[in-house]
């Protein structure tokens, strides 16, 4: 009995795939192993450089996220940045949901993170001016590293919205593993440097 060829396309699949399980869990374990300290000040070191930036003065209404396990803290740009109008998600059956930021309707969501209460006022994607995109790790074609669920993936098309990428200095990469579906950002701003993905950003701008 002769036995078919085995699927090239499902093989590569498995291998990307393995490549990036495996550095998923070598970054995120670096991630989770810094101290408190070093965190915070990652943390008021990249809101610094995000609330100097016109970019992010310019625009209107901002997607950020509420930081879990170490990632970089964002929510020191609410009082930097005041008059902007801060939006954060929520996760609802594989996709984001967006709600306008009030810190007094946060509720925890069952995998540990906070997110806003389902009761609030949805907003549509399309206001959006901004996003500031969480991920593992991103490499300087802007391609994102996120944590395996695709929620980003499948949210970024829905929006018009200038990406950026946030992230530590040491989960800035030359070059990520990546598959069709994977998401590009236009920039990545870390503690020590706002870089700007040269091909995709001038692409965006002679649209």
């Known amino acids: 009995m002769s036995r078919n060829p085995p699927d090239d396309r499902n093989s590569s699949q498995d291998n990307l795939s393995s490549q990036k399980a495996g550095l998923r869990k070598r970054l995120r374990a670096l991630r989770e192993s810094m101290v408190a300290e070093q965190v915070l000040a990652d943390s008021l070191a ?6 100097s930036w016109s970019l992010l003065q310019q625009a209107r209404a901002i997607l950020t996220y509420l930081a879990f396990r170490n990632e970089l803290d964002m929510s020191c740009l609410f009082e930097l940045l005041p008059e902007a109008d801060w939006i954060v998600p929520r996760v609802s059956d594989g996709d984001l949901i967006l709600h306008r930021y009030d810190p ?6 069952r995998f540990g993170m906070l997110e806003p209460d389902r009761q609030l006022p949805q907003i549509s ?4 001016d901004l996003v500031l ?10 391609y994102r590293l996120g944590y395996g669920g695709g929620f980003y993936d499948r949210f970024l098309p829905t929006t018009h919205a200038v990406r950026v990428g946030v992230t530590y200095d040491f989960c800035l990469l030359e070059e990520l593993p990546v598959s069709e579906q994977d998401q590009r950002v236009h920039w990545v701003v870390t503690p020590r440097e706002v870089y700007r993905v040269p091909s995709w950003s001038e692409a965006q701008d002679s649209r």
């Open 46 to 51: 990249v809101c610094r450089q995000l609330a």
């Open 104 to 109: 007094a309707r946060l509720v925890r969501h």
């Open 125 to 128: 994607p399309s206001v959006v």
């Open 133 to 142: 995109t969480p991920g593992v790790a991103f490499d300087r074609r802007g």
